[in-house]
Nanobody, 122 residues
Framework: QGQLVESGGGSAQAGGSLRLSCEVS???????LAWFRRAPGKEREGVAD????????YYGDSVKGRFTIFQDRSRNTLYLQMNRLKPEDTAMYYC????????????????WGQGTQVTVSS
């Protein structure tokens, strides 16, 4: 049992930006690192994934063009840069690690953080 530790959540106005961080030192050799979110009353949703082998990235349709996932290997940290935020981005955000057959499917990831809350007001 290891740890993925998210930080950087908080409140923002619609149109604003936030950057989430996730300390991934024990999972840096996982093939994929990802961000998911769960809004109240909704299923967990895949937000973004990065393949650590070559840096290929994958995004959920609702965040394409607005969010960017990237990794700083020297700091063992995964990031999610969120721009042009919308109220519907309000959710608990989780980072995850694993070797999924299907990216952005929650049950394909083995390790999860505790989450960080993001709230976007209109």
């Amino acid at each position: 049992q290891g740890q993925l530790v998210e930080s950087g959540g908080g409140s923002a106005q619609a149109g604003g930006s936030l950057r989430l961080s996730c300390e991934v030192s024990r999972y840096k050799y996982s093939s994929h690192l990802a961000w998911f979110r769960r809004a109240p009353g909704k299923e967990r949703e895949g937000v973004a994934d990065i393949y650590t082998g070559d840096g290929s990235t994958y995004y959920g349709d609702s965040v394409k063009g607005r969010f960017t996932i990237f990794q700083d290997r020297s700091r063992n940290t995964l990031y999610l840069q969120m721009n042009r935020l919308k109220p519907e981005d309000t959710a608990m955000y989780y980072c995850a690690a694993g070797s999924p057959d299907l990216v952005l499917m929650p049950d394909q990831y083995d390790y999860w953080g505790q989450g960080t809350q993001v709230t976007v007001s209109s």
